[in-house]
């Protein structure tokens, strides 16, 4: 990896939408750039970029995936993606590593759902873009339309650098739109139209081009050449290049314009947190202090825990040691990998610009940011989206119940956007992905590596417990069984206690004159009140007066969930100098406070969750009106480019367990959401008396 200089080194990453041929593409550039005997495929499985058993399997990328190759002196490090919404974990990472994007287009579906959010990803990156239109040996192809419709979706700047001689089958090469001289030569449209807006872009990019091109005067080659990598640079300039992966027709002019005009490192302007708060710029340079990013994890069953590192500034060499910024331990790297999709090869070092595997160590995660030296900075994590789709998980035989656990947070290393969470109420393992197909590939993934079989349902609602009123009562617990018993009285008042209030203003001064002292929980909204005199509860005893109704309230009264917003004051009560104890006024509190709770207008609440839907403009009127048979509520909507909307709702989460699947449907695959949580709301009560019968909680035998 050292022959080659910060300068000459390329990083690309292959994105698009499902199916257009970004893994087909990466095969046919290694074969032309001399790597292979024959080019890969998916479609019979020998695809060099499809690493997992998973993807062979499916026939489409679930993982993105390294290769590298030689051409005009340059080395490129291509970063294949999948191209499903259900994985876009592995897209916003391998954006992280790379400095330009290549944005792939099915000529014949045109301009699809992640085409647009893979192109806007790679635009918030400040990456330099491509659009690479695949598949034009296709019938019926309308290159025009097309070129107008890409204009229209993502702006005037996007403007082919080359266009196609002939169509369909009969589809054989490409023309530069700037040498207008050739004539049309076959080409399905007018290189020379196209050739002027890219002449018009280029002498933008510079006052004295600018002066000579107005004055009539031609451009030298190297003058065009150099205008182009400014463009692009600047974003002033999307070219747009015509290929068929397939037959490998416009693959070298492919690979010239990645030569050519893709960014070097440090051409793309990087940015970290030093420890003193003050944003500095990482340069790539060979010379500077090591700096460096994980942006993958891949757990290789030979090879243990593979960590993919983008070298941005500096060097690294094997048997050096970093220091990893979350954690601030120093780590000695002992083994550096060279990869070539599944393939590994030891290298010595790496330097500004290179890509590289350390093997073996546990402690990295996805996002790490890894320095050498004295001086510390951050780099901005990704910001990968939050998964909405949950199931609840369990081995399925008593085998499995020692792995599952282990081979869940595997997966979790490995992907961004999957989640294991334990639900403290329902006391479910609830595996958390981006869809039913990201939690599909999850289980077989368990089941072929880990050997791990699992039974899934969906999770339950976390609902909680309140009440709206005010009531009061005692309970006596007594017990003798020979021997010293068990004897504790108290006298408990509860009340509804709103959300945002201060505490301590509301007890003392507006409640409870007599209040000695409150322990107050803003996580659960709860107010305990020692509202004792003279002495009837021993101080003693009231600690554990309040475990008791803790207690309770972590069990539940009405459906056994969390008890919040409200207030319980301990007032009076009784014990006994050789029955009472600790364990006799625990029992006593729980048991008062469920029947005073009971008493009190008890009520569930249910999670609302803020939505962020994204959906074309023309189906608003479905999204509205399924919206509203989940008792959601619109709040607003903003418009997005390419006639797309952002539709601002409130929803309950019990209501869109399902929102996923229904949404694909009204949208035909183009419509996404996130949600996030708001508040609990009182479930309406016909959803209540579902929810507690269903609940069947079982009666106390203490």
């Known amino acids: 990896m050292s022959k080659f200089k910060s300068e000459q080194i390329r990083n690309i990453v292959l994105v698009g939408h499902g199916a257009v041929g970004k893994t087909t593409l990466a095969d046919q550039m290694l074969f032309k750039a001399g790597v292979g005997s024959r080019a890969g495929s998916v479609d019979d499985g020998t695809s060099q970029l499809d690493t997992d058993d998973e993807a062979r399997q499916h026939h489409f990328s679930i993982s993105s995936a390294m290769v590298h190759f030689e051409h ?61 239109v695949n598949k034009l040996d296709l019938e019926n192809v309308d290159f025009a339309r097309l070129v107008e419709s890409i204009r229209e979706a993502f702006g005037p700047n996007c403007v082919p650098i080359n266009v196609p001689d002939g169509a369909g089958n009969k589809f054989h090469a490409v023309t530069s739109t700037l040498k207008t001289s050739a004539g049309q030569n076959g080409c399905v449209v007018d290189p020379a139209a196209y050739g002027s807006a890219v002449m018009d872009i280029i002498a933008e990019t510079n006052d004295e081009l600018m002066e000579r091109y107005l004055d009539g005067k031609e451009l030298s080659a190297d003058e065009v050449l150099c205008g182009l990598n400014r463009a692009i640079c600047t974003g002033k300039l999307i070219p747009i290049v015509c290929v068929c992966a397939r037959s490998g027709v416009g693959i070298p002019e492919l690979m010239d314009a990645i030569a050519d005009f893709a960014l070097a490192p440090g051409e793309l302007v990087r940015h970290a947190t030093a420890d003193t708060g003050q944003e500095i710029e990482v340069k790539s340079s060979e010379d500077a202090p090591f700096v460096a990013q994980v942006f993958k994890t891949r757990i290789d069953p030979f090879v243990s825990k593979m960590s993919f590192i983008r070298v941005l500034s500096g060097k690294l060499t094997k048997d050096s040691t970093v220091r990893d910024m979350r954690t601030g331990r120093g780590i000695k790297i002992h083994q550096l990998l060279d990869v070539q999709g599944g393939q590994v090869e030891a290298v010595d070092e790496a330097h500004a610009g290179d890509v590289v595997v350390v093997a073996k160590i546990d402690e990295f995660q996805v996002g790490d940011t890894l320095v050498n030296g004295e001086r510390g900075m951050t780099l901005p994590m990704p910001d990968f989206p939050t998964p909405m789709i949950g199931l609840a998980v369990e081995p399925k035989s008593r085998s499995d119940q020692q792995k599952i656990s282990g081979a869940l947070h595997k997966i979790e290393e490995e992907d961004p956007t999957f989640r294991i969470t334990r639900d403290p109420q329902t006391h479910e393992m609830v595996m958390r992905g981006m869809s039913d197909l990201h939690l599909q590939i999850v289980q077989e993934r368990l089941h072929k590596r880990d050997k791990v079989d699992v039974v899934t349902h969906a999770p339950k609602v976390s609902y909680r417990e309140t009440i709206s009123g005010r009531a009061e009562g005692s309970y006596r617990h007594k017990k003798q069984s020979g021997g010293s018993g068990q004897f504790a009285e108290v006298h408990l008042r509860v009340y509804s206690l709103p959300q945002g209030i201060d505490p301590e203003t509301h007890f003392t001064r507006q409640n409870y004159e007599s209040l000695r002292e409150h322990h107050y929980d803003a996580a659960l909204n709860f107010a305990f009140l020692d509202c004792v005199t003279g002495g009837t509860v021993p101080n003693q005893f009231i600690p554990a007066v309040e475990k008791g109704i803790r207690d309770r309230m972590e069990r539940g009264v009405l459906a056994g969930y969390q008890v919040q917003d409200l207030a319980v004051a301990l007032f009076f009560g009784k014990d006994h100098p050789v029955d009472s104890n600790e364990a006799a006024f625990r029992t006593a509190a729980s048991h008062c406070f469920r029947d005073v709770f009971q008493q009190a207008k008890p009520s569930l609440l249910e999670p609302v969750m803020h939505l962020e839907i994204t959906v074309p403009g023309d189906k608003l009127g479905d999204i509205t009106g399924d919206l509203n048979t989940r008792r959601g509520r619109m709040e607003g909507m903003d418009p997005l480019p390419g006639g797309m909307q952002l539709v601002h709702a409130r929803a309950p989460l019990a209501e869109m367990m399902t929102y996923a699947r229904s949404l694909s449907s009204m949208t035909g695959g183009q419509g996404s959401f996130a949600m996030e949580f708001s508040h609990y709301e009182t479930v309406p009560p016909n959803e209540q008396h579902k929810i507690i019968a269903s609940s069947q909680l079982k009666a106390d035998d203490e």
């Open 72 to 132: 005009h002196g340059m080395r490129i490090n291509v970063i294949d993606t999948p191209g499903y919404p259900d994985f876009v974990g592995q897209v916003i990472s391998a954006i992280c590593a790379a400095e330009t994007a290549v944005i792939t287009i099915n000529v014949a579906a045109g301009i699809e759902a992640n085409t647009r959010r893979t192109f806007e990803l790679a635009g918030k990156a400040h990456l330099a873009r491509i659009i690479a």
